[in-house]
């Protein structure tokens, strides 16, 4: 006598609705963690005042101002100005302008010092 066959397990076909439901289970993951990402991102003014102050942090003096500030795809990149070297008339003190990168959530990734010039200074036409 041979030995009966195994059977195999059968594969429900979900239904119309059963199916709608799994549809549903697969994209709340998505929503949820786009929604995620855009509460991580922080707006123009929680960016700049980011990039100061981790800078100030950083620097040990404060930002005199933020001179620009422009979203990238990685974050956020500033300009930020910064006294290094006060002097009196304060139209002679030394500034130094600070490149500031910040990631998505408006952590401080890098900075570099990009120019130093004096508070009376204006900038001429190239």
Partial sequence: MA???PTRPRRARPRPAEAEN????EEQP????????RAEVP???TAMRS???QLAQLLGRPPDS???LKPTDDGWEAQVEVVELERVPDTTSVMASYKVTLDPRGQLVAYE???RYSRGMIDRPT
């Fill in 30 to 37: 998505t929503r949820r963690a786009s929604a995620k990402r």
């Fill in 22 to 25: 799994a549809e549903e289970q």
């Fill in 51 to 53: 990039a100061a102050g």
């Fill in 3 to 5: 030995a009966p066959e």
């Fill in 113 to 115: 010092r990009t120019r």
């Fill in 43 to 45: 707006d123009a003014p």
């Fill in 66 to 68: 933020v001179s620009s």
